[in-house]
Structure formats: C-alpha cells, structure tokens
C-alpha cells in the first residue's frame, strides 16, 4: 500500500509512525512545507520568553529517525493539487501517486484585515519562522511596549512571554473578558486579576481599527492612540481546507469527517486542526485544533487505513496552560455557551487549597464544574489554582468522556496525603455544592 501523507506537522508526523508501527512494508511518504518534521507550537511562546533556551530544542525528532523508519520525506515542498481521479498528489516537485491519502494541513494564523497590519513590527505567533522573525526585531529595535490582538491562549502566553521580556504589555479583546472560549466570566476575571498584578494590562470589548507607523509607532483604538513599537495579531486560527476544497471534498469550516476520520472521498482521511468533528456536548460538528487531539486522530486514522474501523469519540477539547505561576484547566462546555445552546445546567463552585489548611504551602484553587440539568452529566469544568490544576482537569475529563453524573463526582474516591491534597479533594465538593441544587 501507497500512503501519502500532505503535512508534516503534529498530526502528519504522528500518523507515519503510527502506520509504521502498524505495517512494515506499507510505502509511507510525507510531503511539507517547512523544513522539519514535527515540532510543538504550543512551545513557541515559551522559547519567545527563553523558558526553552533554543527553538531548535522544540522539534520531536530529528528528519534521520523518520529515515530509520523508512519514511519518506518531500519537506520544502508544496502540495498544490489532489487529483482524485487519478489518485495523484502535485505537487511543486512533480507528482506522487497514493493509494490512501491524509490531509493533515493544519491550520494558519487568521489576520482580521485591520489597516497597516503589513508594517514593520507587527508580527504572528503560528510557526518556528514567526519566533525567528519576531527575535529579530527585539534585538534590532528594542521595543518597549507591546500590544497584543486577541486574549484567547495565544495572545495570552504570547502577552506573558513579553512581559518577562521586561515589555509593556496591552492586550485587546473584542470580546468582553479573557480566554472567552474556555472560561466564563467569573473565573476569567480571576485570571484577569493575577495577570494585571503581573503588569499587564487589558481593554475589552473593543478592536484595534489601525496599525499606525512603519515600523508601527501605535495602534487606535476608536479614536484613542496607543504608543506601541511591536503588536502581536492573535486573533485565532483558521484551517487549512483550500487544497481540499479545490478536490471538491466536503467541507465547512473544516474539511468534513465522518466518525472514522474519512472525507467524503473514502480513501482520504483528514486528521489535525484542518479535520471538522463532533462536540460531545452539543454533538454539533466542531473544530478540536489541540495537539493532543492531532496525536489521537492520527492513531486512529493509521488504525483505519488498515481496516481496523476504530472510531474517533466526540471532543470535549480538553486543555491547560500556564500563564506566569497560575494553572488554567478547561474541557466541555462553559455555562455562557451552554446559555446560548439553550441547554440547561447546574453549577458547582468551590474554593479551597491545593493541601489541607494545617498543611504549610498549600495554594489557592478555584473549581467550578457545569452539569446538564436534564441527565445530570458533568458537562464542563474550568480550574484556576497555583498547582496541580492538571491532574485533576484530567481526571474530571476522563469522568466526562465515561458519563459521569455529580453523584459519580461527589461520591467518587479520591487520593489524599498531607504534602499533596486535602482529605475531601475540591472537586468533590464543587460537584457536592452542584448536588444540594439538584436536590
């Protein structure tokens, strides 16, 4: 078998050496634009701020161990065209013929036509050539202030990564509070707060209308100038589904699949950030354009190009940063969202510490958990706290992905030691704060 995989990025990179490891004889061959194979974008932001000394050290594996593994690579080269008929990838070094084909093409940085965003200094945060052009500019120009399109995860650990950098940071959401995606109002504000005590600063509820200077000197915002000698656009990502839409595949805002990862042509699977799937929640068609999802798409796309027919489950889109000493977890929905699905939800709230009280160097933690009034279902969770937000997000999304009900959560048995947690965990009473509404 012929399989020829378009991207050699998270999702791309994983599904050769998962097929690999499936079949030993199979011709697996990898076309990218860059010229690299996998590396973690979500590190980006962390080798900006020089938490990560080189941007060398984020690449996976070096191009010699997919070699190792008979994979083989077409890197600096570009897929312009699927002839489906045919089964011919062109590309613009010839063409390559397959029999099963995997689009993992990923997504890019979407740029809101804003005037003067082409200038000198205004930058993205998508790819290893952004980090190196924007390192660039620090050492060329010195900039002193810094403003930041867009509080969603990027803008943020991008707004942070500069702070560090002894910047003066503004961010500017159009939205009404940070992260609007993943957290509701309440438990942003919280976030908010540890970030403007860190010296950041944040206008809401309006848009940067132009980019003045070049290189940029301010932005406007109405009629209000900013002085601003960098600006970062982290206004989200769109995927990447022009070379599928041009083979007449299916697509929305993604390139549509079905529970197997296969487009509507059934030898071509999409996989990654360009790959529309189901919300576990909404069971609408979503975007899950998280790295983790890349991973696990891959594993079961390799699995079915095999005929093993394993299905992808809905997301919940499970995530966590870390944005200076605070821990931020979500999965599921958020009970603003939920409000305009018009689903109805009860709500669990606690604040507590990360160890019992008579336990020295115990640290705040906030966790609010959203269950679905009709089957009593935890449906979302958001935690803040200063350590050890990670386990438990997992453990509540692994209860999610099973079906659990508050009962389930507040009833559940947890771990407690001194050192680490609480004798009752703060989830448990979250979920048994939600349970006395029920009641």
Known sequence: ???VVIGSGTAGSNFALFARKLDRKAEIIVIGKEKTMQYSPCALPFVLSGKIPKLENIIVFPNEFYEKQKIQMMLDTEAKEIDRERKVVITDKGEVPYDKLILATGSKAFVPPIKGVESEGVFTLKTMEDVKKIQAYLEKRKPRKAVVIGAGLIGLEGAVAFRELGLEVLVVELL????????DKDIASIVQSH???RGIEFKFGVAVSEILGNPVRAVKIGEEEIEADLVLVATGVRANVDLAQKAGLEVNRGIVVDEY??????DIYAIGDCAEVFDAVTGKRTLSQLGTTAVRMAKVAAENV???????RPVFNTAITELFDLEIG????TQERASKEGI?????KFKGS????????GKPIIVKLIFRKEDRRVIGAQIVGGERVWGRIMALSFAAQKGATVEDIAYGETAYAPPISPTIDPITVAAEMALRKFK
């Not at 009404?176 to 957290?183: G, K, S």
């Not at 109805?344 to 669990?348: A, I, L, S, W």
């Open 195 to 197: 970030l403007e005590e």
């Open 1 to 3: 078998m012929r399989i």
């Open 306 to 312: 095999f005929g093993k027919g394993v299905k992808f």
């Open 176 to 183: 009404e509070h940070l992260l609007p995606t993943m957290l």
């Open 330 to 333: 979500t999965f599921g929905i």
């Open 261 to 266: 990862l296969r487009t509507s042509d059934p």
């Open 354 to 361: 990360t160890k019992p009280e008579y336990y020295p160097g």
């Open 344 to 348: 109805d939800v009860v709500v669990g």
